[in-house]
């Protein structure tokens, strides 16, 4: 039997590029169901989510920051049990059309989670040095603790099988989730993979990561991360 | 500083210490009578007012403890405040996250029920 495979996308303010996201989910997955987190925009997100048919919209009413919305995703993702949830950013950056092959690896089992990453050989992705000096300090920090040979831990391009969607549906950071949750993943046995791919530029919006948030930034997951290391994920059980 | 200290303290520093610890403890009972003050929350406003009625009216206790911190009897009082103080705020930054954690899940729920319902609207149109 086919999984059944949810795509999950956050979304704050990004009337400028939600659009050609769902259209290139179309285009590229259509058997694939959508659900998009609306964290309480300001702009058209909304309405211009509501004019594609057969995607899911799940209105915040106000905003509670990316951890938060991936993680009502998740929920969504939990309560209609989907065997599959692939999580995608709703400005354009991440190749949709990589999406299958994300989903066919987690359904080959490699791993329990795949991450599409922007760092291995094939990709010409290019961040700022201040943006790579923190990622590469951060990586360093999560394969101490994970040990797992994942070299971009902060890409939200992932997909998940049916015990990380468990997991994550009980425990999700609040903010600049996205390397804490490997760390998670790991506390709770589970495994992660990554597979390499090309990140297109920004279509529109604001990236959530600016200079003067750096800072608060590194020491936060830092933080997190070393705390994670002594306390106890109940691992999740299959009931069905 | 006028006669000798009465017990080893200033008799105006012990009325300004009862006066503040009574007042306190007036204060936080009639805010919990209101139901302003949640019971569980004044439990700590209630200890400082009742350490320090026990320090007024007990000035031996100030006098016995100053030599151990090496510190003036008056400084005594100002490090019994302050570890009040930090301990107030530090039990309420517990119970805001608590509460900021709650929350989150309150609204995430309250989400995704909005989505069931308007998907149940449209299945019975």
Redesign the interface.
């Known amino acids: 039997m086919e999984p059944r495979v949810l795509i999950i996308i956050p979304a704050y303010n990004e009337e400028d590029s939600i659009g050609n996201v769902l259209q290139s989910i179309r285009d590229h997955c259509p058997e694939y169901d959508v659900v998009v987190?609306d964290d309480g925009s300001a702009d058209a997100t909304a309405q211009i989510v509501g004019r594609f048919e057969n995607v899911?919209?799940?209105?915040?009413?106000?905003n509670?920051g990316i951890g938060?919305s991936v993680?009502?995703g998740y929920?969504?993702a939990m309560?209609e049990g989907y065997d599959i949830a692939v999580q995608c950013d709703a400005d354009g950056q991440h190749p949709v059309d990589r999406i299958p092959s994300l989903v066919a690896r987690v359904t080959a089992g490699d791993a329990d989670l795949i991450i599409g990453s922007r760092y291995v050989a094939e990709s010409a992705y290019k961040p700022s040095l201040g943006r790579r000096v923190g990622k590469s300090i951060l990586s360093r920090l999560v394969d101490a603790v994970v040990g797992g040979g994942i070299t971009d831990t902060t890409s939200g391009f992932r997909a998940a099988n049916r015990k990380v969607i468990a997991t994550f549906a009980k425990y999700y950071p609040?903010d600049y989730p996205e390397a804490e949750a490997l760390v998670i993943v790991h506390k709770s046995g589970l495994k992660a993979a990554e597979t390499a791919v090309e990140m297109n530029p920004r279509q529109g919006g604001r990236t959530s990561i600016r200079l003067l948030h750096a800072v608060y930034y590194m020491i936060k997951v830092a933080l997190a991360i070393f705390i994670d290391v002594f306390r106890k994920f109940t691992k999740h059980v299959e009931t069905r | 500083m006028g006669e000798a200290p009465q017990f080893g303290i200033e008799l105006s520093h012990r009325v300004a210490l009862l006066t503040a610890s009574l007042a306190l403890l007036c204060l936080v009972l009639e805010l919990v009578r209101r139901g302003y003050l949640k019971e569980r929350y004044a439990l700590l406003w209630l200890a400082t007012s009742g350490v320090g009625l026990l320090l007024g009216c007990f000035p031996g206790l100030i006098v016995f403890i100053s030599p151990i911190l090496q510190v003036q009897y008056l400084t005594v009082l100002f490090i019994l405040s302050f570890v009040f103080l930090l301990s107030i705020v530090l039990v309420f930054t517990v119970v805001i996250s608590r509460l900021t954690e709650r929350h989150?899940q309150l609204?995430?729920e309250?989400?995704?029920l909005?989505?069931r319902l308007k998907?149940l609207e449209k299945k019975s149109e």
């Not at chain 1, 899911?56 to 106000?62: E, F, G, I, N, Q």
């Open positions: 987190i899911a919209l799940v209105r915040l009413p106000y509670l938060a993680q009502t929920k969504y309560q609040d | 989150r609204t995430q309250v989400a995704l909005a989505n998907r």
